[in-house]
C-alpha cells in the first residue's frame, strides 16, 4: 500500500520533508501544499522554493494548485513540467472560507455544473503532467457524495484522493468512512483513502473493511507520530534519539530559514500534535521558550 504524507499548507515544507524522510522514511509521496494561482500566474517566493527542484532533492514529491480556472491550471501544469515533475494534483477540497467564497477548492462541490464543465475543459487535451485530484465528499452534506462521485469518476483522473469529510465538517467533524467505501465500488480512479488515521490500528482497520485499498493519505497522524507510516509498514517506532533529532533539525532548519522567534511558534504549534489532550505537557509547551523546554514538555516524563 502506498503512503501519501498529506499536504499541510504552513506545516510540511522543504525542510520538514527532507528531516521527516532522513529519520523516519516509510513515505512514497510526499504531497506540497497548495499553489494560489492568479490571473497572473506569477508565484510566492515561498512557492517557488517549495516546488523548486533542490528544495525536494531525493524525494519522491506531488506539487498542488488551487484554482476554478481550466487555462491557469493547464498552464500551472506545463510549468510543473518544466520542473521535471511527472505529476501534480488539483485541490477540490480546501474548506477554508476564504477559498470556498472564491468557488475554489471544496468550493466547486458547490457547483456540480460549474465542476463538470471545468473538468471537460482541463481534460479535453491531455495533461502535460498526470493529473490527480484530492477532494471532500460534499459541501453541506455527505448524501452529496454518490452524485459528485459519479461525476468524478467520469474523468481520467491518475487518482482521487478523498478525504472523508464534508466542507462543513473542516478537519474535526466526524468522518464518514464508507464514502471510501463507495468510491471503491463506484470505480473512482484509484482512489486514495484520508481522515483521522492516527494509529496503526486505524490502518489495519480500514484494510480489513477495503481489501482493495492501494493507497492512504496521512496529515495529523504523521505530526503526532512522525514513525507511523514506517509502523504501518512494519518498523519499529519511534526511538527518543530520533524525536529529538527530529524536533531540533525542524527547530533549526526554520531557524536558519526564517528567524527564532517564528521557528519556536512554528514548533510549538507542531508540538502540539504529539502532547495530544495531555493538560500538563500542553501547559509546559505552552510556556516553553527554547527548543530543549519544548523537547522536555512533550517528551519528558
Ligand atoms: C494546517 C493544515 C493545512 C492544510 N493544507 C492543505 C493543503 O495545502 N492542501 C490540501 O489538499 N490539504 C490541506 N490540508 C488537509 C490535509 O491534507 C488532510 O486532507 C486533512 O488534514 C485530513 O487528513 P488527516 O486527518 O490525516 O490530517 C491541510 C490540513 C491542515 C490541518
Given at each position: 500500500?502506498?503512503?501519501?504524507?498529506?499536504?499541510?499548507?504552513?506545516?510540511?515544507d522543504?525542510i520538514?520533508?527532507?528531516?521527516?524522510?532522513?529519520?523516519?522514511?516509510?513515505?512514497?509521496?510526499?504531497?506540497?501544499?497548495?499553489?494560489?494561482?492568479?490571473?497572473?500566474?506569477?508565484?510566492?517566493?515561498?512557492?517557488?522554493?517549495?516546488?523548486?527542484?533542490?528544495?525536494?532533492?531525493?524525494?519522491?514529491?506531488?506539487?498542488?494548485?488551487?484554482?476554478?480556472?481550466?487555462?491557469?491550471?493547464?498552464?500551472?501544469?506545463?510549468?510543473?513540467?518544466?520542473?521535471?515533475?511527472?505529476?501534480?494534483?488539483?485541490?477540490?477540497?480546501?474548506?477554508?472560507?476564504?477559498?470556498?467564497?472564491?468557488?475554489?477548492?471544496?468550493?466547486?462541490?458547490?457547483?456540480?455544473?460549474?465542476?463538470?464543465?471545468?473538468?471537460?475543459?482541463?481534460?479535453?487535451?491531455?495533461?502535460?503532467?498526470?493529473?490527480?485530484?484530492?477532494?471532500?465528499?460534499?459541501?453541506?452534506?455527505?448524501?452529496?457524495?454518490?452524485?459528485?462521485?459519479?461525476?468524478?469518476?467520469?474523468?481520467?483522473?491518475?487518482?482521487?484522493?478523498?478525504?472523508?469529510?464534508?466542507?462543513?465538517?473542516?478537519?474535526?467533524?466526524?468522518?464518514?468512512?464508507?464514502?471510501?467505501?463507495?468510491?471503491?465500488?463506484?470505480?473512482?480512479?484509484?482512489?486514495?483513502?484520508?481522515?483521522?488515521?492516527?494509529?496503526?490500528?486505524?490502518?489495519?482497520?480500514?484494510?480489513?473493511?477495503?481489501?482493495?485499498?492501494?493507497?492512504?493519505?496521512?496529515?495529523?497522524?504523521?505530526?503526532?507520530?512522525?514513525?507511523?507510516?514506517?509502523?504501518?509498514?512494519?518498523?519499529?517506532?519511534?526511538?527518543?534519539?530520533?524525536?529529538?533529532?527530529?524536533y531540533t533539525a525542524l527547530y533549526e532548519g526554520w531557524r536558519d530559514r526564517f528567524h527564532a522567534t517564528l521557528a519556536l511558534g512554528r514548533i510549538k504549534k507542531l508540538?502540539?500534535?504529539?502532547?495530544?489532550?495531555?493538560?500538563?505537557?500542553?501547559?509546559?509547551?505552552?510556556?516553553?521558550?527554547s527548543i530543549?523546554?519544548c523537547?522536555?514538555?512533550?517528551?519528558?516524563?
Amino acid at each position: 500500500m502506498k503512503i501519501y504524507f498529506a499536504p499541510m499548507e504552513g506545516i510540511t515544507d522543504g525542510i520538514l520533508r527532507q528531516a521527516h524522510n532522513r529519520i523516519f522514511g516509510g513515505i512514497d509521496v510526499y504531497c506540497l501544499p497548495f499553489h494560489k494561482l492568479t490571473h497572473t500566474m506569477t508565484l510566492t517566493a515561498r512557492e517557488k522554493r517549495d516546488i523548486s527542484p533542490e528544495e525536494n532533492e531525493g524525494l519522491n514529491v506531488l506539487p498542488q494548485a488551487l484554482t476554478r480556472d481550466p487555462g491557469q491550471l493547464t498552464d500551472w501544469l506545463r510549468r510543473v513540467s518544466g520542473y521535471g515533475y511527472s505529476a501534480a494534483d488539483l485541490n477540490i477540497g480546501c474548506p477554508s472560507p476564504t477559498v470556498t467564497k472564491r468557488g475554489r477548492g471544496s468550493g466547486m462541490l458547490r457547483d456540480p455544473d460549474y465542476l463538470r464543465a471545468f473538468l471537460d475543459e482541463v481534460f479535453s487535451v491531455e495533461p502535460p503532467v498526470s493529473l490527480p485530484g484530492k477532494t471532500r465528499i460534499g459541501y453541506e452534506s455527505a448524501e452529496e457524495w454518490p452524485e459528485l462521485l459519479a461525476l468524478l469518476a467520469v474523468y481520467p483522473f491518475a487518482h482521487v484522493t478523498v478525504h472523508v469529510r464534508t466542507m462543513r465538517e473542516q478537519y474535526t467533524g466526524g468522518i464518514h468512512p464508507e464514502a471510501f467505501d463507495l468510491a471503491l465500488r463506484e470505480g473512482l480512479p484509484h482512489p486514495v483513502y484520508n481522515g483521522d488515521l492516527r494509529t496503526v490500528r486505524d490502518a489495519d482497520a480500514l484494510l480489513n473493511r477495503c481489501p482493495g485499498t492501494e493507497a492512504v493519505m496521512i496529515g495529523r497522524g504523521l505530526l503526532a507520530d512522525p514513525a507511523l507510516a514506517r509502523r504501518i509498514r512494519g518498523g519499529a517506532a519511534a526511538g527518543e534519539d530520533e524525536l529529538k533529532a527530529w524536533y531540533t533539525a525542524l527547530y533549526e532548519g526554520w531557524r536558519d530559514r526564517f528567524h527564532a522567534t517564528l521557528a519556536l511558534g512554528r514548533i510549538k504549534k507542531l508540538m502540539e500534535h504529539p502532547a495530544g489532550e495531555d493538560i500538563r505537557k500542553k501547559r509546559l509547551l505552552r510556556r516553553a521558550d527554547s527548543i530543549e523546554s519544548c523537547i522536555d514538555a512533550v517528551l519528558g516524563g
